[in-house]
């Protein structure tokens, strides 16, 4: 049976509805022919794939937004594309936080730039967490301004606490918290049973790669994993992927592939259906 990106079914961020079932965009830039990552890109569509997460600071050999572009122009209407400011990154490759508002304004205007658009459907503010000194008031309420201007359609947040998601909801209407979250990263228990109950879409990163981060896909999978996947003819990294949406519906999946065939596993995921007694194992 064909696999699609709808078999997880939708969640609407504001006023756009997406399936569960994304695609993250920071894994496509590496490779120096970008035919390669519009091909997973183009793929991706065609597998029911309407939700992109980028940022303008993915950049490799090419921009993941200019692949985005190249790829996907004419945009699809139903494609929402998320984006995310706060960091740039200078010409050596160097991460900067840089979020007053004339600074997030030049990059939201990047990020409009190099995606080919008038306006971003969501832009998450992503900050970097200081205990007792990590106040988004001031940074949320000027990407609330862009906003208001038209330039931005909806708001989310990255890298945060419940305490974050207080402070921007008393600002402005809040569609997303994008955080590091996986099966065996539960740090977020909470904060994703607060975002479902505020109708908050929770979206985590690094559902495959766990502790491995940036470094790729976990290698680490537990007895609880290897058996679920075993039974249900997976792999130990569609059992991450499919543990993550089981969460909650207004949990999105966003898995980052540069590869077409990771790409086919991680949609057919969207289809994966745990029983009671699977949770309970990989709890
Ligand atoms: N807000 C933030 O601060 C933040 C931080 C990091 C990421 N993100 C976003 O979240 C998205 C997801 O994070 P991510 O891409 O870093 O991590 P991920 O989706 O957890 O894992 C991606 C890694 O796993 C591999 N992989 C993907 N599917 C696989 C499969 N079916 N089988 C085996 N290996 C597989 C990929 O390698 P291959 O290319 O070889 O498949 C890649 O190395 C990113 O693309 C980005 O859009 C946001």
Sequence with gaps: MAVNAGDAGTWTLGDR??????????????NPDPQVAIGVLRRAIELGVNHIDTA?????????????????TPYPDDLVIT?????????????????????????????LR????????????????RAGRDSIAESFGALADLRAEGLIRHLGISNVRVDHLDEAQAIAPVVCVQNNY??????????????GAR??????????????????????????????????DLSPHQVRLAWTLHQG????????????????????????RFTDADLAELA
């Design 17 to 30: 509805v997406v399936n569960r079932m994304g695609f993250g965009s920071m894994r496509i830039t590496g």
């Design 56 to 72: 303008a600071y993915y950049f490799e050999a090419n921009f993941a937004t200019e692949l985005i572009r190249s790829a996907l």
């Design 83 to 111: 984006t995310k400011v706060g960091f740039f990154r200078d010409d050596a490759g160097d991460w900067h936080e840089a979020r007053s508002p004339e600074n997030l304004r030049e990059q939201v205007e990047d990020n």
């Design 114 to 129: 190099r995606l080919g658009r008038d306006h971003l459907d969501v832009v998450n503010l992503r900050i970097i967490k």
């Design 182 to 195: 996986a099966i065996d990263n539960r740090a977020d228990d909470e904060l994703l049973r607060v975002c």
């Design 199 to 232: 109708g908050v879409a929770y979206v985590p990163f690094f559902a495959i790669a766990g502790s491995a981060r940036e470094g790729g896909a976990t290698s680490d999978h537990s007895e609880a994993v290897s058996a679920v996947a075993a039974r249900h």
């Design 249 to 272: 519906d207004h949990v999105l999946a966003i898995p980052g592939t540069s590869n077409q065939t990771h790409l086919e596993q991680n949609i057919a995921v969207a289809g994966v």
